[in-house]
Every structure is written in C-alpha cells, then in structure tokens.
C-alpha cells in the first residue's frame, strides 16, 4: 500500500480531486456506454420479436395487395 | 430481320486518347465556369472578407499583423476553397454528365484529375494571383509575402485533390456542405502547418529549400493518389442514386 | 444465330431493403430492339443503370461477349452508349457545345457533322442559345443527337420518350427500328405504348416474392 | 483457408462464437481491469517527479492506445470492405466507430486533468494531445458521414474509402504536429516519456490496458450483434433465432 490511511488515499496529497475526476469519467463514459449498448440489444431484440409476430399474424390472415385505382377519396362536408 | 450485316465491336484501344479526353472535361469545366462568372467570383469574395475579418476582430497592430499574417491568409484560404468544393461534382451529379464522366472508357481518375485541375485553375490559381495584395494590407515583408505565394501556389492543388475526395464522398447528401468541412479540415492540418511553418522560418532566417520540397513531396503524393480515392467515392455515391 | 453481346445471368438486385428481381437472366443479340416494361418502383430504370455499369449493389453475372464484363471494362464501356433521366445537358453551355463535349472522349467529330446532328433532332437555328432558354423537350433532343453519330454497338436508352412531342417520337421509333435493321441492339425503357415488329420485352414486377 | 475466410464472414457464424465468447471476455475484462486500476491507484509507488498525479496513467494510456489501435482495426475493416465485399467488416467498423470516439475522449479528458496539477493549465498544445484531437475529428467525421447515407452498403464503402484516406494521412498528420510542436515551443513537457518504469508501474498499466482491450471486445461483440439483428431481419435464422429467445 502506498498511502497511510484511506483518506491519505483518497486526498492523494493534494492531486486528488484530479485522479478522481479522472477515474470517475472514466468509469462513467466507459460504463454508460456498456450499459447503453447493451439496452440497445435488448430494445432492437424486442423490436424484431414484435415484428415477426405481427408478420405471423397478418400471413395467418391472408392479406392482399390492392391494385392502384386513383378514384377520388369522398371528403364528408359536415 | 437481317442480323448479318452489324456494327463491329471496337477492340478495347479507345479510339479517342485519354489525354484529348482530358482535354475535353478540362475545357468544358473552364467554359461553364466563364458562363457563370459570378460563381468564381465569389471564394475570392470570401477570402478577401475573412481576411479582413481578423484586424477587425483581434487588432490591427503591425505587430500582430506581421506575425500571424501568413496564417491568416493560409486559413483564409484554405476556407474558400473549402466553401468552392461543393459545386465540384455538384451540378455535374445533378444533370447527369457525372454518370456519363464515369462511362467514358478513359481511366476515371484521370478524368477527375483533369477535372480538379480546372477546379484549381479557377479557385486555387485566383487565390494565389491575390495573395500579395493582402499580404501588404497584413504588412508582411516582400521576402515573406513571396515565399506564402508560394507555399500557397504549391499548397492550394493538395487543397483541390484532397477536398475532391470528401466532394465525391458527400455528393447528394442532404447537409453535404458542412459534412464535406468535418471530413476534409482535418486531412488539411498537414498542409497548413507546413505552410505558414515555412513563412515563419522565412521569417526567421531559416532556410526553407527543405520544407518547400517536402510540400511538393504533400502535391506529389496528393496527385497519385487523390484521384483514386475521388474515383472510388464517385462511383460509390453514384451507385446509390 | 449471332453471338449476343450482353448477358444478363441470374440477376439480383435489393435496394432499400426490398428485393427489386431476382433470378433475371436474359441476352440482348445484335440486331434487336428490346423494351424493359414494368409499373413504378419495380426496378427499371435501377436495371439499367446495372447494365450500364453505374450500380453495382448487384449480384449475378454479366457477361460481354461472352466473357465477365467487369475483366472486359474497358471495352464495355467503349462500346455501349448510354443516356439517361439527366442526360447529361450543361444549362450554361449551347446544344452544340454540349454535344461537343459529350461526344469529344468517345469518337472525334467534326463540328460540321455534330451540326447536321442537331439539325436532325430540329434544332437547326439554336445551334447557339444556351441550353437552359430551350424547353425540355428540346434538351432532351440536344441529348438525343448523339443517336445519330453514336458508332456504339450497344444502346441503352432510359426514358428516351420523354418530354419528346408526337411527331418526334415516331421519328426516334423509326431511328430505333433502322438502327436494329443495322445490326445494333437497343434496350430501352419507356412508359409509352411501344410496340415495334420484332420487338423484345423484359417484364419487371411481375412475380417476384417479396419474402425471402 | 478460403473455407474458414468465408466462415468469418457469415454473420450467423459471427452470431453464435460472439454469444458464447462475450460472458468470458466481460469477466476477464472486468477482472483485468479493476486488478490493473486497484494496483495502480493504491499500491503502485509515488511518481518521485509528478507526485500522485501520475496515476491518471492507468486510464490515460489505455484509453489512447486502444483508441488508436481502434482506428487502425477499421481502416484494416475497410479494405475487407472494398475489396472482398464481406459484410461482417461492414457491420465491424460501424459498430466499433463510437467506441473509438468515447475512448479518444476519455484519453483528451485524462490528459488535459492530468495537464492542470502537472503543467498547471488544462490544455498544452502538446504534440500528442493534438494529435489525439485530430484523431477525434477523423472519428467524428467517419461517424457523421456514415449517419448522412441512407444505404447501408453504400456508407459502409463511403465510410471504408475516408478511412482509408484517414490512415494513409495519420502519419504524415503526426510528423506535421511533432514538427509543428517543436516550432511553436521547445518541448519541455513529455507526458508519459521516462526513461525507464519500474515493474510496480508498469505492470498495473499493461494489466488494465489488456482488460480495456478485452472490454473493447466485450463491447465490439455485442454492438456488433445489434448491427446484425438489425441487417439480418429478413432472414430466418434470425427470426428463428430471436423468437426462440436466443440473442
């Protein structure tokens, strides 16, 4: 151990603020980043099972493409 | 029908030599230009500006003047030909001679080279014509103000060819003139220290044979291989028109 | 039977996510004149730009006279002409200008004959006004000059029609059919009712499954 | 060899060996890396020149030498890209691009608090600080033009042909900045120049940059498995995949 006492430590004869301020980015940054990284797995994971059990459902239904028609779409006046 | 009688597939040899084809996309490039005079006059417009900008914005002292004369003109320059670069494919991409530029049997690169030469010839070349005058205007001696003109004579084609890159990389993006700036400034660091570095040791006294030829050793590598990288972007971007 | 000079084998091309055609394979033989049909968004004017060597998000094979293209690039390219959506008119510069240009890496021409050019596609008298006071059609035809000199055997036309009046279409088909007589091959792609006497088609979006 | 060439670039084959390999690569990492910061911050001896200050190190080294070994790994990515047209290098450099930013940050930031109670200003002007600034643009710019395309081949290749330009331009980006420096002002500061480290200091340091490095895979493993979720959609191991809840 190179420091006395654990506030020894943590003071670091003065540099302390900076080493921690360092460490703390560090730790912030690199950890956000992992913690974010894996949420995005989790929610496009999520996305695509939402997805696929949509595409099931519409294929058990039988939907059809209709054809291109351009007849005018009746606006009600009220 | 009569299939016998057809034309003759022509052996590979372009019947036109790559060099007249060069010729071609160069005088076509100048003489759009002189159509719309407006357009060249405009970087020169600029440089001019945000070389004024600095006495107005920080001091007008000979002193400060005299030693970050050369960087002011270097940056100066550097923006406008940053500012020019967007039209160099730009309207080419939007009328459709690029696709007919890529389909022409002669060595793409070789076209965008003729075709960032007359890039240069209209923005870089003025740039440089212009440079002692605002030289005097920042006080910088006459030893100083020849050697800026020309790091800047040597410097402003490795501007074109390297900006040609980032202009074929972001052709029809939507923000493509500022994304062009992101991708090209820090690939210009090079030029622009060793550029206002070789004033300053004018400056001082030293001798600059060494740096100057390290510059042309910057325009040698910026020619060959430039174009092939624009080339590789082109095609890239065109594909996905 | 004569030797086709472009092959299409097995193509497959997938834009945005959605597949345009797959299994596409097809020759186009000297000699013929073929039309690329299909409604909006089926792939087109995409399959033409993969013929002419502008897009290459593709898979498959191209051969060039019976060898891959991409070995034979250069000859490719000489050889084939293509002229599309933008044809590659300059707004600043004059019809005989742009012709000019256009034609200048590809054959030597001499000004007298770009000129007869012009004045075939009726542009004779605005040889020399700037190109953006002509009407589309009219830049369009400066584009289609290059029909009447171009010594490719292979064109690759998209569009052509458009923005041309009555008459002038009639005219081109005429031009195609002759040039087809002559033994070139022309593909093209147009929204009107071509119909020429021996006349190939490729029929895009028919029955391409979506699903993979 | 062709064979296994090909293997490597199946994002399905990709898919499995990442599940299996990422629980190992976090814990090692994880492990490597708290045993390098622990030692370092607690146990190494006192810089006799900078004092504690110096123990920035043990991130401010790391954190800059994977960030530009990240860079060097992509533009490696690209010529995979351009020439073979494999699909894993194009999911690769997309998903490591942000993580070389956030570690060039982390390097600038470590470095410039490291600057304040060493050199007493945040910022110097310092040859490897701008070049790890400039190193930041190039990533930016690289992420930036990537989110510009809407294809995603197409800005893989755009994005392939910038870093390439990038890495032919980063040495001679470097030999300007050091000549540059050098110009501007005689160096007297060295950041991390000693002559000789002794074992207590430079053990830590190798510990936690091999545990950022397995982290930095830890991290490349999983957004390169979102990238493949997103791209493989329509195929159907991947729907088999994710509907058996595996993933």
């Given at each position: 151990m190179a420091f006395d006492s654990f506030s020894a430590f943590l003071a670091m004869e003065g540099h302390g603020p900076y080493v921690w301020a360092c460490y703390g980015v560090f730790a912030i940054l690199l950890g956000g980043l992992m913690i974010w990284s894996r949420r995005r797995h989790r929610s496009v994971l999520a996305e695509c099972r939402r997805r696929y059990q949509q595409q099931d459902q519409r294929a058990n239904k039988g939907q059809t493409k209709t054809a291109a028609t351009f007849t005018r779409v009746e606006v009600s006046q009220e | 029908m009569n299939a016998e009688v057809r034309p003759v597939i022509k052996p590979a040899t372009a019947s036109v030599g790559t060099l007249a084809a060069m010729l071609a996309v160069f005088s076509r490039d100048v003489r759009v230009a002189f159509r719309q005079r407006q357009d060249l006059l405009n970087p020169l417009l600029f440089f001019i500006m945000v070389v004024t900008l600095f006495p107005l914005g920080v001091s007008p002292e000979v002193a400060f003047l005299k030693q970050s004369g050369a960087g002011i003109l270097w940056v100066a320059a550097l923006l406008s030909v940053l500012l020019s670069l967007d039209h160099l494919f730009r309207h080419d991409f939007d009328d459709g001679t690029l696709e007919q530029l890529i389909l022409q049997p002669q060595p793409l690169f070789l076209l965008i080279l003729a075709k960032t030469a007359a890039h240069w010839v209209l923005t870089g070349l003025p740039l440089v014509l212009l440079a002692p005058v605002l030289g005097v205007m920042v006080h910088l001696d006459g030893n100083s103000i020849a050697i800026l003109c020309l790091t800047l004579l040597i410097g402003t084609p490795v501007l074109s060819l390297v900006g040609a890159i980032g202009a074929a990389l972001t052709l029809?993006?939507?923000?493509a003139g500022v994304l062009l700036s992101l991708l090209i400034i820090p690939l210009y660091i090079p030029v622009l220290i060793f550029g206002t570095g070789t004033v300053a040791a004018a400056a001082e006294g030293a001798p600059v044979a060494g740096y100057v030829a390290l510059m042309g050793a910057f325009l040698m590598l910026a020619v060959t291989l430039a174009p092939f990288a624009a080339a590789a972007a082109l095609r890239i971007s065109l594909s996905n028109s | 039977m004569s030797e086709p000079l472009l092959q299409a084998v097995d193509l497959e091309c997938e834009r945005d996510a959605r597949l345009l055609f797959q299994n596409l394979s097809f020759s186009i033989l000297p000699g013929t004149v073929t039309r690329v049909e299909g409604p909006n968004g089926t792939g087109k004017t995409t399959l033409l730009r993969i013929l002419a060597g502008l897009n290459d998000a593709w898979s498959g094979e191209l051969l060039w006279c019976g060898q891959a293209r991409h070995q034979n690039r250069e000859s490719f390219l000489r050889n084939t002409l293509y002229i599309g959506h933008r044809p590659g008119i300059k707004p600043l510069l004059t019809p005989l200008e742009n012709l000019r240009a256009l034609m200048a890496p590809r054959q030597p021409v001499p000004d007298q004959v770009l000129l007869q050019a012009l004045a075939g596609t009726g542009l004779a008298g605005y040889?020399?006004?700037?190109?953006?006071?002509?009407s589309a059609g009219q830049q369009r035809r400066v584009a289609l000059a290059r029909l009447l000199i171009a010594d490719e055997p292979l064109w690759l036309l998209d569009e052509v029609f458009t923005a041309i009046d009555a008459a002038g279409v009639q005219a081109i088909e005429a031009l195609l059919q002759q040039r087809a007589a002559e033994g070139g091959a022309v593909l093209v792609t147009t929204h009107h009712d071509l119909d020429l006497p021996g006349m190939k088609r490729i029929t895009l979006g028919g029955e391409v499954n979506h699903e993979r | 060899m062709w064979q296994f060439f090909h293997k490597l670039g199946s994002p399905k084959w990709f898919f499995g060996i990442a599940t299996r390999f990422m629980p190992w690569l976090l814990a090692a990492g994880l492990l490597l890396l708290a045993a390098g910061i622990v030692w370092g911050l607690g146990f190494a001896p006192k810089d006799y020149l900078q004092g504690n200050s110096y123990r920035i190190i043990f991130i401010h080294v790391p954190t800059a030498f994977i960030a530009q070994s990240i860079y060097i790994m992509m533009a490696s990515a690209a010529v995979v890209t351009l020439v073979w047209r494999m699909k894993l290098a194009d999911v690769f450099v997309k998903a490591i691009a942000p993580v070389g930013l956030v570690l060039t940050f982390l390097s600038l930031f470590t470095g410039a608090v490291w600057g304040k109670p060493t050199w007493g200003t945040w910022w110097v002007w310092d040859a490897r600080l701008t070049s790890m600034l400039i190193l930041l643009f190039l990533y930016g710019g690289a992420i930036a033009l990537d989110r510009a395309i809407a294809d995603e081949k197409s800005a893989a290749r755009a994005v392939a042909v910038l870093l390439l330009v990038g890495v032919v331009n980063i040495p001679i980006i470097q030999y300007s900045v050091e000549w540059w420096n050098t110009l501007h002002q005689p160096s007297t500061f060295k950041l991390t120049e000693k002559p000789s480290m002794p074992a207590e200091m430079w053990v830590p340091l190798l510990l936690s940059v091999l545990g950022l490095y397995l982290l930095f895979g830890w991290l490349a493993c999983l957004r390169m498995k979102t990238e493949i979720l997103i791209r493989e959609q329509k195929t159907r191991w991947v729907k088999e995949l994710v509907l058996a809840g595996r993933g």
């Open positions: - | 029809g993006l939507r923000s | 040889e020399h006004v700037p190109c953006r006071n002509l | -």
